[in-house]
């Protein structure tokens, strides 16, 4: 079994000309009370069609007004087509649930005005601020600037922002995901969507001819590219599900999570 994507007769490209690694989900607990999670989030997403390397890239943080004041810098990864990273930012007071096993758990934030920073992760706030995707460690200054991946302003009171307006506040409960991939309007392109989740699915997607999960999720189902449900969970609850007797081919993996829906697609190689 096999990874959902190889190198093998794909073009590596860098973010820096093709910039399809967007932020696909935020979750920031930390002016909330009762916080699903331990820790802040962050899940970055490849919506384009190609393998895309990230190289030298950083997570740039600014309050809801005033300049990014922040940042921590990413290792070396490459992801697929509709492959997810989830990064783990600063724990969050009071959260009560661990994330799914993170891809990447950050640690030193470095400050821009030299300062020291005591930080683990970034304090992501629960209601209003800006977060980048930077190609470098280079301090941004706008939506425009020429290192910008992505760009989300969220909150009322972002006063920066792509497009028309910011995107919603996240909850304690609820962290604010992409619904829509034309990576150019804040307001458009987000939503508060069901209970904090990330990327439940674990890479890789498919190991010994099980699909593993990063939490247990309830009433798994798994549907192939008719909606014709081929495969369930012979439990409630579960950590994972067997497929070794499916055919290879794309699937939907569905269940629930803190009573909302989360779906992934996997690839059967």
């Known amino acids: 079994m096999k990874k959902i994507f190889t190198i093998a007769g794909l073009v590596l490209m860098t973010a820096f000309t093709n910039a399809q690694i967007v932020i696909n989900e ?25 393998l895309v390397s990230l190289t030298g890239a950083s997570i740039q943080y600014a309050p809801a007004i005033g300049a ?51 930080s683990v992760g970034i304090r992501i706030s629960g209601t209003s601020g800006k977060l980048v995707l930077a190609g470098n460690i280079v301090k941004v200054m706008n939506p425009s600037s020429s290192n910008v991946l992505d760009f989300v302003g969220y909150g009322a009171n972002a006063d920066q922002f792509k497009g028309d307006g910011p995107a919603p506040s996240p909850t304690a409960s609820t962290a604010i995901r992409r619904t829509l991939e034309n990576n150019s309007d804040n307001m458009a392109d987000f939503s508060a969507e069901g209970a904090a989740k990330a990327g439940f699915v674990q890479n890789p997607f498919v190991k010994d001819g099980n699909v593993l999960f990063g939490m247990q999720i309830k009433d798994v189902k798994i549907y192939d590219t008719f909606r014709q449900v081929v495969k369930k969970s012979p439990t409630k609850f579960a950590q994972n599900i067997d497929i070794t007797e499916l055919p290879k081919g794309t699937y939907i993996v569905t269940g629930t999570v803190n009573n909302a829906p989360v779906s992934q697609k996997i690839v059967k190689d």
């Open 26 to 50: 935020i979750y920031g607990g930390n002016e909330n009370s009762g916080a699903v999670f331990k820790h802040n989030y962050i899940v970055l997403k490849n919506i384009g069609t190609t």
């Open 68 to 118: 990014f004041t922040e940042y921590h810098t990413l290792p070396d990864f490459t992801l697929g087509p509709e492959e997810t990273y989830l990064i783990q930012e600063a724990a969050v007071d009071g959260g009560v649930e661990a994330l799914p096993i993170p891809n990447f758990i950050a640690t030193t934030v470095t400050n821009f005005d030299g300062t020291p920073n005591k």
